[in-house]
């Protein structure tokens, strides 16, 4: 049981802390009990008794309790599971509120916490008296178990080395780390049991501060790592500054020329970059990105576009085209659903240099496809891809030495020639939609440089967001109807859940069927879901964005990388089934023109967390707040919705309640392993890491 959640050995037990803390060290007589008040009482089982709602077949169980000075009632709601365990002549240990029942006559305690003591001077020691931890169980392993286990074992603490650097824990006043586990796992009578409730006593900072160095020290090891490797410094040239000015279709914002000027600093540099492109939808992540590959193009690399699904890559394919090929390059698009023949004639062009951007799938990372000279690869939605698939891009890095020279066929396109036989790693760009708050940024992307594009190109008005209950759904066609009227596009969508995405599709077909036949026949509907052929996907869209489609009715297929700005409309059906992240990715699809855009977010029944997401959404469209918001009401690991992400499962700390611990933390760590001290043991640090931190967080390897 222990093993299931990851407690393997004494040290995994020890970093085991508990989450709350009671204080029993004034243990009350019955007789002493006053209404309204907390109290900790020991007594014994006098009567107890099982009443049963038959409607429900639940109950609540009643035990009298005695301890020799007085009586009280002690009442649990749907309490049938403990008719085996209190019976008369059970002594308890109650924590609970005490009040008066007027109509019994007696004192009550509804719903205690309790535990079962055995008639043991020791025990009771260990378990009342003081101010006692509480531990979540695992299984059948209750708090008590835990407690008793910890209490053994909390004697060894001594015999673990305390690998903080001894300068940082002086400098800090830091408790040693023999003390800290000591006080968390057994408080004395003059601990803070609010600051300890409250994770915040010098013991339980001390903890937290290890994690998140360890943590930090790890990430910036990998860093430096990734900078020690042989990089392509691209050289900014003047021809470069001409092709982009002849490619960008409109002025840039100040937030994308800051952007792109820190990316070509790091272009520049002969060490593989490795940065995080962030900023919300509709920002211009894609142009910026575009302008870093030029700049490797020029220089005579290749350039790979890795996206998550599809329909994404062939976006990417449409747009990189329409900037690229008045540049006289070539654009390929290489995805699962490519017929063999075409594979092989488009791996042939790579590998040969005739291809300059390859965009794709995770057809990219398959073995036997191989560039001509690739410098620099961009990820699209990052948390969709695991960390060993980033790295197996990064593995297919052009020769290096002599570099490529880029020279242009009879036609005018550019063809690449000369090559060695050593890899050097290309650049990396990492691309999200999902702005990732700075506390996770920090912890899942410390390896990263980031760069955030923090405003929207202008002209564009705010999304006006509306939340509609599905039974107002005929108002929602005749606004839409209005809107078409005035020439306007709109999207309907339709959620799909990973094990219903069958369903998904045959509502989705059902509301085209509906919306073509009955709400709008003289309209031209489209439809879009997940498992139609690739050629089907492509030609719905082209569609949509020649405006032949008024109306595309479709699946999640559309959450990211669809750019049509006619579409001012985003209905989204069920939107209570949805996280805050995707409907914000959705609503993003729409506001990307002029004209005033509109979000209508339809639901069905609610359950609280539903409408704390549904009313986030209405009132913001600040994607870094939703980001936040949602992340506080799912979790990281759900934020990101994939095991692969690279969240780690942190064991004490708490990104959201911790943040200042982290962001001193990770100041420290930076510190020491840029500059370690004279007397400091990098290589320690390094062996500490991955003897103890890397067991528990080992999704880096650090080397």
């Known amino acids: ?44 089982i006098e009567q107890a008794s099982l009443s049963n709602f038959q409607r429900r077949s639940l109950g609540f169980f009643d035990a009298t309790l005695s301890d020799g000075t007085g009586t009280l009632l002690a009442r649990w709601f749907n309490g049938k599971h403990l008719v085996d365990w209190l019976i008369p002549g059970t002594r308890l240990a109650l924590f609970g509120k005490i009040e008066y029942d007027r109509r019994r006559l007696a004192m009550v305690m509804v719903q205690p916490e309790f535990e079962i003591m055995q008639d043991d001077d020791e025990e009771e020691q260990l378990h009342t008296g003081r101010v006692v931890p509480v531990y979540e169980a695992v299984g059948k392993i209750s708090t008590r178990v835990f407690r008793q286990l910890l209490h053994r074992v909390v004697e060894q603490v001594d015999l673990l080395d305390d690998a903080l650097p001894e300068d940082i824990r002086r400098r800090l006043a830091l408790p040693g780390l023999a003390s800290a586990l000591r006080t968390v796992h057994s408080p004395q009578a003059g601990d803070d049991i609010r600051l300890l409730n409250e994770f915040r006593s010098p013991a339980q900072f001390r903890l937290i501060f290890d994690e998140f160095f360890w943590l930090e020290c790890g990430l910036a090891l990998k860093r430096t790592k990734a900078r020690k490797a042989d990089g392509i410094p691209f050289e900014l040239s003047e021809r470069v500054r001409e092709q982009i000015k002849r490619m960008l279709p409109f002025k840039p914002t100040s937030a994308q020329k800051r952007v792109i000027q820190q990316i070509a600093d790091d272009m520049k540099q002969p060490h593989p970059m490795n940065r995080l492109l962030q900023g919300d939808v509709g920002s211009g992540k ?10 490797a193009i020029e220089n005579g690399y290749q350039v790979a576009v890795l996206a998550p699904t599809e329909i994404l890559a062939a976006q990417h394919h449409v747009y990189f085209r329409s900037l690229m090929e008045n540049l006289g390059y070539t654009v390929i698009l290489l995805t699962g659903s490519s017929t063999a023949r075409e594979k092989l004639q488009l791996k042939k062009l790579m590998a040969a240099g005739y291809a300059q951007v390859v965009v794709g799938t995770h057809a990219l990372l398959q073995q036997d496809v191989d560039f001509h000279k690739l410098g620099l690869a961009i990820v699209d939605e990052q948390h969709r891809f695991g960390v060993l698939q980033r790295l197996t891009l990064f593995e297919k890095g052009a020769p290096a030495g002599r570099p490529p020279k880029l020279s242009r066929d009879r036609e005018g396109a550019a063809v690449f020639n000369g090559a060695d036989a050593v890899r050097a790693k290309p650049d990396v760009l990492v691309m999200t939609a999902t702005p990732i708050p700075r506390t996770l940024a920090l912890t899942i992307y410390g390896d990263l440089d980031v760069s955030t594009i923090d405003e929207l190109p202008p002209g564009r008005q705010p999304i006006k967001t509306k939340h509609v209950n599905e039974t107002a759904i005929e108002k929602v066609w005749t606004f839409l109807a209005m809107q078409i009227a005035k020439g306007r596009q709109a999207y309907v969508v339709y959620p799909v859940i990973e094990e219903s995405e069958t369903n998904a599709m045959k509502a989705a077909e059902q509301m085209y069927d509906h919306l073509t036949h009955e709400v709008f026949p003289k309209l031209s509907i489209g439809l879009l879901h997940g498992k139609l052929p690739a050629e089907e996907k492509e030609a719905a869209m082209r569609r949509f964005q020649r405006g032949e489609i008024n109306i595309l009715v479709s699946t999640t297929v559309i959450e990211v990388g669809v750019d049509v700005p006619n579409a001012t409309v985003m209905i989204i059906e069920q939107a209570e089934r949805f996280g805050l992240a995707q409907i914000h990715q959705l609503r993003g699809r729409v506001g990307r023109g002029s004209h005033q855009s509109y979000c209508i977010l339809v639901t069905r029944k609610m359950n609280d967390i539903a409408r704390e997401r549904i009313r986030t959404l209405v009132a913001s469209n600040d994607g870094f707040h939703i980001a936040e918001m949602d992340m506080r009401l799912r979790g990281p690991g759900e934020f ?9 499962g942190l064991r004490i700390a708490n990104i959201f309640r911790d943040g200042d611990i982290l962001e001193l933390a990770r100041s420290e760590a930076q510190a020491l392993i840029a500059a370690p001290p004279e007397h400091a043991d990098l290589h320690g640090v390094v062996r500490y890491i991955q003897e103890h931190w890397q067991r528990q967080y080992g999704f880096v390897e650090i080397g």
């Not at 894609?286 to 700049?295: M, R």
Request: hydrophobic residues 45%.
């Open 1 to 44: 049981m222990l093993a299931s959640r990851g407690l393997l050995i004494i040290q995994d037990l020890l970093y085991y802390l508990p989450f709350r803390y009671e204080d029993r060290s004034n243990t009350k007589e019955l007789r002493a009990l006053v209404p309204g008040e907390k109290a900790t009482v020991l007594a014994r």
């Open 286 to 295: 894609t142009i910026v990105a575009a302008q870093a590959a030029i700049i």
């Open 640 to 648: 990101f919705g994939t095991r692969q992400s690279g969240v780690p």
